[in-house]
């Protein structure tokens, strides 16, 4: 993750775009009612998937996870299990495409609408 932050605040900075890192460690607790939401990246109020239009799955874990699906990504054919710097810098400069483009930009990208998300609650974001 660092990797990728440090490239993309490279790429955007010249665009007057700021690369923010929020990192959290989910709890056990939480952990287990979701493991899905294990590595789980949101760029721009979207998660990584939503940008390269990748497919969610699931693969059996190692011991790490006390023997839980693990979330995984699947992007042009490959699966991931660890998301590589390269998919997320892929992801933010997509991201950072659509803010530069302006209001406008954002509007005809965002469909207009909002709604509350089911996975981050209280929180909301354009579908």
Do not use: H, Q
């Not at 990246?41 to 874990?61: D, F, N, Q």
């Not at 406008?104 to 579908?127: E, I, V, Y």
């Amino acid at each position: 993750m660092d990797e990728a932050a440090g490239r993309l605040a490279n790429a955007l900075g010249a665009l007057g775009i700021e690369v923010a890192v929020d990192k959290g460690a989910l709890d056990d607790a939480t952990f287990r009612a979701d493991p899905s939401a294990s590595n789980r990246i949101w760029l721009a109020g979207e998660p990584l998937e939503a940008w390269l239009a990748a497919e969610i799955g699931e693969s059996a874990c190692c011991g790490s996870c006390g023997g839980a699906a693990c979330r995984t990504v699947t992007v042009d054919g490959t699966t991931y299990e660890a998301i590589p710097p390269e998919l997320i810098v892929r992801a933010g400069l997509l991201a950072g495409a659509r803010l530069v483009g302006g209001p406008k930009a954002r509007a005809a990208t965002s469909a207009g609408s909002c709604c509350t998300r089911a996975d981050s609650p209280g929180t909301t974001r354009c579908c």
